[in-house]
Nanobody, 122 residues
Framework: QVQLVESGGGLVQAGGSLRLSCAAS????????MGWYRQAPGKQRELVAT???????NYADSVKGRFTISRDNAKNTVYLQMNSLKPEDTAVYYC????????????????WGQGTQVTISS
């Protein structure tokens, strides 16, 4: 079964840092784009950052300069280093994979993890 497993969420004070990780299951051959989205209570899910297999990154304006996405293609793992956290960063953070090819020739255009809660106290 294909899985994206997030870890690293938690509760920190404003100004603090967290590092999220998302590891894909071993049965995945390749992923085109991996990224992070977030959803705050009462709001729509929004893009945080993405990283293509070629190393092209994209960030939401609200996190530029504070968050850094990185990726280990060999391990199909993506990280999100979050610094200078603000209360408005509080949300459930979801790992996303676009263009996922699993062994057995199974293709998933869009795949989500279960999410990890990030809470920033003021």
């Amino acid at each position: 079964q294909v899985q994206l497993v997030e870890s690293g969420g938690g509760l920190v004070q404003a100004g603090g840092s967290l590092r999220l990780s998302c590891a894909a299951s071993d049965n995945i051959f390749s992923i085109n784009t991996m990224g992070w989205y977030r959803q705050a209570p009462g709001k729509q899910r929004e893009l945080v950052a993405t990283s293509s297999s070629g190393g092209i990154t994209n960030y939401a304006d609200s996190v530029k300069g504070r968050f850094t996405i990185s990726r280990d293609n060999a391990k199909n793992t993506v990280y999100l280093q979050m610094n200078s956290l603000k209360p408005e960063d509080t949300a459930v953070y979801y790992c996303n994979a676009k263009g996922l090819l699993a062994y057995g020739n199974r293709w998933y255009p869009d795949y989500w993890g279960q999410g990890t809660q990030v809470t920033i106290s003021s």
